[in-house]
């Protein structure tokens, strides 16, 4: 049984959650349910034991930052039920100010709803009680007479007997948050069940295994069975009633049902998770398998997953809204990477460096009906070939020399179901190519040292920055590997080209770390945006990223104006006016853009070099590692 707790964010929405709950019908094996709690960390601690959270605010951020472990859904607030309080308390209070206390939104907005809602709106960010609270008295301080926000800001006005209201979410959000919900139980049952028949082989399993025909004798079970059962060794129950091993045992509906059922027994002094798993021929019933284990060993072993997927990340952390910009040709790209979401087909992504290949990654996996499986990522060009290759197949224990004793689970395995994502991929090994190939062909992997194959279930998201064509006529990259690599493709245009997103960037990312830093948000002087617009940001987005934090870091004023763009070292000059002030007369005078020279030469990557010396990127990282050791010495 999965547990799905909902959080109501106020107890006036219990009945729609109810509703909402009914609507979709849980299935038999997942229990909902509904809870409200102040949302402080001290009372959400004690409501962790559920498979799945579901809640919304500033109850969403703290769920996860309790347990990074669990699947946590968040009911999401659209600006449509913003609107819609900010009326409500316009009509209800007749403010002359109101106080509107969310989590984020873009200060651009706020005076679009001025406009809708009619009334002056002073917005505050809020991200705990304690920011809520110093919001709510800044605001009065401020002359606001009423007050819009969440649970967390409702309860605290309460507390103050202050005019609030509260921020509602549609009954089609609920439905979507649990709708998500369900499908993340629907996949943990499927993977415990998964979990129990880690092997066919009788012997070497280490679960209790028993087949039955279909009128209940024995056809075979292993020697846990005969261990988990206390049966004597010496005794061969093939051919015996099932009952005279555990009377326990409920397998008859199995067969003539043909449906699976799992449930926990007692036998003797312990507990058995039991799972029915019918066999079926034509359609018909014919049998049955039975499989036991204690279920402390379950708990421990699902403990383990966790946690270990935890440590290593194997989720999506970015989505389609944390792509920023709204150009023609930055849509265009989203609306076609939603559409590559819906299939499985392998995507290959192209861009320059820092445009957002990963992001666009992330997201396509969690738009995809893998979302809730692995998402596993790995940069081809930071590891040499050897260690390149354990990495994706992993490795039997003894392999090679220093090879873990225990072996260690290759990138494919970890991310069966679910998604892989190959960033640099133009700069794999030719060698490691063709193994790559086969993957991808036959849907099977086999680890260093193993003479057995494993079944793999993985859709391959790939990206590179250089030009693949080229390396297939150079010899240094497989055509076949290619045409696979590349059945859906999506190419990201760099930033100097969407000049209509870098002042959205702009904003956004000052924004961020304002707020982050606890400064006061500046504003860009048209000198500023002018000279950020036409820089050639061959750094992309996350040039630009860095830039926006050191424009925070060294400014302390509201305005950043060209005296704050001349401290960052990109845009300093030797001599002349700034950048975008007027045209340089002499080439050394020209800003370091995508189309002028800069004075500092550009320090070459390390394919450049390479092929510059005739080696391969491998020899070079070899070549540089012996210098640092060389050095040390």
């Known amino acids: 049984m999965v547990t799905v707790r909902m959080f109501i964010p106020y107890m006036n929405m219990k009945s729609r959650f109810e509703a909402a709950v009914n609507r979709l019908e849980p299935q038999d094996d997942v229990r909902v349910e509904l809870l409200h709690v102040f949302g402080t960390p001290e009372s959400l601690s004690r409501y962790g034991d559920a498979d799945i959270l579901v809640a919304r605010g ?12 669990k699947h946590v859904v968040e009911i999401q607030l659209s600006s449509f039920d913003i609107l819609k309080a900010l009326i409500c308390a316009r009509q209800e209070f007749h403010p002359k100010k109101i106080a509107l206390c969310v989590r984020y939104m873009d200060e651009s907005a706020v005076s679009e709803l001025e406009k809708l809602c009619q009334a002056e ?4 960010t809020v991200h705990d009680e304690a920011s809520t609270l110093e919001a709510i008295h800044s605001a009065r301080a401020n002359g606001a007479d009423v007050f819009v926000g969440a649970g967390t800001m409702c309860g605290l006005c309460d507390k103050e007997a202050l005019n609030r209201v509260h921020i509602h979410t549609k009954d089609i959000a609920i439905e979507q948050a649990l709708k998500q919900a369900m499908d993340a139980a629907r996949t943990i049952n499927m993977e415990r069940a998964r979990s129990k028949m880690t092997s066919t082989i009788l012997n070497t399993s280490s679960d209790a ?40 045992l409920k397998w008859k509906d199995v067969v003539e049902t043909g449906r699976e059922r799992e449930e926990v027994i007692q036998w003797k002094d312990r507990k058995l998770y039991t ?40 989720t999506a952390k970015y989505s389609f809204d944390d792509i920023i910009g709204s150009s023609p040709a930055i849509r265009e790209n989203i609306l076609m990477a939603k559409r590559y979401s819906r299939v499985d087909s392998n995507v290959l992504i192209v861009g320059e460096t820092g445009t957002g290949k990963e992001l666009f990654a992330h997201s396509i996996h969690r738009e995809s009906r893998r979302s809730a499986e692995p998402f596993v990522a790995l940069n081809c060009a930071a590891l040499p070939e050897n260690l390149l290759e354990s990495e994706l197949f992993g490795y039997e224990p003894g392999a090679f020399s220093g090879a873990s004793k225990n072996g260690t689970t290759g990138l494919f395995e970890l991310a ?7 960033d640099e991929i133009g700069e794999i090994p030719i060698s490691l190519q063709a193994k790559l190939l086969r993957v991808l062909q ?14 793999v279930d993985v859709r391959v998201i790939s990206a590179t920055n250089i030009n693949i064509e080229e390396k297939i006529q150079e010899g240094q990259f497989r055509a076949d590997l290619y045409y696979r690599l590349n059945l859906l493709d999506i190419t990201i245009p760099p930033l100097r080209e969407r000049g209509d997103d870098i002042r959205e960037m702009v904003d956004f ?38 830039i926006c934090e050191r424009l925070i870091v060294l400014s302390d004023t509201t305005e950043i104006g060209l005296r704050e763009i001349q401290m960052l070292k990109i845009f300093r000059k030797k001599e002349g006016p700034l950048p975008g002030t007027q045209t340089p007369d002499k080439e050394t005078d020209q800003p370091e853009t995508g189309k002028s020279k800069s004075n500092l030469k550009p320090r070459k ?29």
């Open 58 to 69: 500033m109850t969403y951020d703290r769920l996860r930052y309790l347990f990074p472990e």
């Open 121 to 124: 709106i002073a917005y505050y």
């Open 209 to 248: 295994l028993i087949a039955v025909s279909g009128s209940g004798l024995i056809q075979a079970l292993n020697n846990q069975a005969y261990r988990t059962f206390q049966l004597s060794s010496q005794a061969d129950y093939t051919g015996r009633p099932v009952e005279e091993v555990c009377p326990a």
């Open 275 to 314: 799972e029915y798993r019918p066999v079926l021929v034509d359609k018909m019933g014919k049998g049955a398998i039975i499989v036991a284990r204690y279920t402390e060993q379950i708990i421990e072993a699902e403990t383990k997953i966790r946690q270990s997927l935890a440590k290593q990340g194997l």
């Open 416 to 422: 069966h179901k679910g998604t892989i994502f190959l």
């Open 442 to 455: 036959e849907r099977e992997i086999r680890r260093i040292g193993s003479n057995r194959v494993q079944p």
């Open 509 to 546: 990312y000052l924004t961020r770390f304002a707020c982050e830093m606890g400064k006061p948000i500046p504003r860009l002087s048209k000198e500023a945006v002018d000279l950020m617009t036409h820089y050639g940001w061959p750094g992309n987005v996350r040039e630009l990223r860095n």
């Open 605 to 633: 990557k390390k394919q450049d070099i390479a092929k510059e010396l005739g080696v391969s990127r491998t020899t070079l990282w070899r070549m540089e590692k012996m210098a640092r050791e060389q050095k040390k010495q």
